[in-house]
């Protein structure tokens, strides 16, 4: 069973007069106490990762107003003798806890995203990287290359922030997760432009088309790319809330956003503005696809706020969120449903 180590630092008196009796039933241990310093004692929680979330919205709703409040999660690797999984209780005739589908805590959440948008000096040069293998995969027709650019998946983290900022309401996390995202867009999108000049100068433009990398991007907007980018948000969010690691998740969402994105700014580049305005459809119905189903997920996993008006703030932004991703699909949907009637495929 999954477990973590929550220590709480709070004063002294506030330590002495601490009910453990008051926490979330299914609590494995509580130990208050400890040598006090400079007015400040500790108290350590060891709880399955499933309880996390309610006994920090406990203590930080009942100590969060304590200058002295501090507290630090743990992942607990090992613990001896080994913690057994709970025997299933007998149905309580009260209302149900909500489940959370053994997902980490909401607090874990925004602290990984938050780290994953942060200004960094490395997401300049791995959107730079990813942008220029993909470039040389689309130009060479070679998906194991394009494949290797996904693996770097810098899109990921800004994406699933969004997504997460949309669920909890957080207008801070939205903002700058935008900001990364147009960053990071802006920067591929550039690159991919000035490659495309180059290679206009000393190849032929149309030879571009016969890519079979390329060309799949430039043939308009299919059912299954929907699924596709849909299933991508999915996995992204569960990579995330499960806690796994997510190299390998991060592929699946990164297939369905840096691609499309090169592809257009090399056509466009190259003066083919037709097919880049095809690739750009499809990353614009990609990032609509996977913020769409990413803001799904969340909701369906339960990640809220634990205060009703800040509940109520998220509620809004969450209806904002899939009212402009539907309306956003809607439309393209609109356009491939042209598309098909009149090429007749």
């Known amino acids: ?4 180590l929550i220590e709480v630092l ?47 919205d406990q203590l930080q709703g009942r100590y969060g107003h304590m200058p002295a409040f501090r507290v630090v999660l ?10 057994a999984e709970p025997e299933a209780a007998p149905e309580p005739e009260e209302p149900k806890p909500e489940r959370r589908f053994g997902r980490v805590s909401r607090q874990e959440l925004l602290s ?7 200004p960094r000096f490395e997401f300049v040069p791995l ?56 960053e990071g867009v802006a920067l591929a999108g550039v690159l991919a432009v000035l490659i495309g000049v180059a290679v206009r100068g000393f190849a032929d433009p149309d030879a571009l088309l016969a890519s079979v990398e390329i060309r799949s991007r430039t043939e308009g907007i299919h059912p299954g790319d929907f699924l596709l980018a849909l299933a ?17 998740i991060g592929v699946m ?21 037709e097919p880049a305005i095809a690739a750009s459809l499809l990353l614009v119905t990609n990032v609509a696809c996977v913020n769409l189903a990413a803001v799904a997920t969340f909701s369906f996993l339960g990640v809220r706020p634990a205060r ?16 402009i991703s539907a309306a956003t699909l809607a439309g393209l949907a609109v356009v491939t449903a042209v598309r098909l009637v009149r090429t007749g495929t």
């Open 308 to 323: 009703w008006w800040e509940a109520e703030r998220a509620r809004k932004a969450t209806r904002i969120a899939v009212w």
């Open 74 to 83: 743990l992942d607990v690797g090992l613990t001896l003798p080994p913690v």
């Open 232 to 248: 991508s948000g999915v996995a992204g969010t569960l990579s995330f809330t499960s806690g796994a690691p997510t190299t390998t």
């Open 127 to 182: 959107v730079f990287l990813s942008a220029v293998v993909a470039a040389t995969g689309l130009l060479r027709d070679n998906a194991a290359v394009v494949i290797a650019a996904m693996v770097i998946a810098p899109l990921l983290g800004p994406n699933m922030a969004l997504a997460l900022g949309a669920t909890t309401g957080d207008e801070d996390l939205i903002r700058t997760a935008l900001r990364r995202n147009l």
């Open 112 to 118: 990984d995203l938050r780290a994953a948008i942060e």
């Open 253 to 273: 969402v990164a297939v369905a956003l840096m691609p499309p994105l090169v592809c257009a700014g090399l056509l466009l580049g190259c003066g083919r503005i």
């Open 10 to 56: 709070l004063p002294s008196d506030a330590v002495a007069s601490f009910d453990a009796s008051s926490l979330p039933d299914g609590v494995v241990a509580v130990w208050p106490g400890g040598e006090a310093i400079s007015g400040v004692a500790a108290i350590r929680v060891l709880v399955p990762k499933a309880l996390v979330e309610p006994v920090l």
């Open 1 to 4: 069973m999954p477990l973590r």
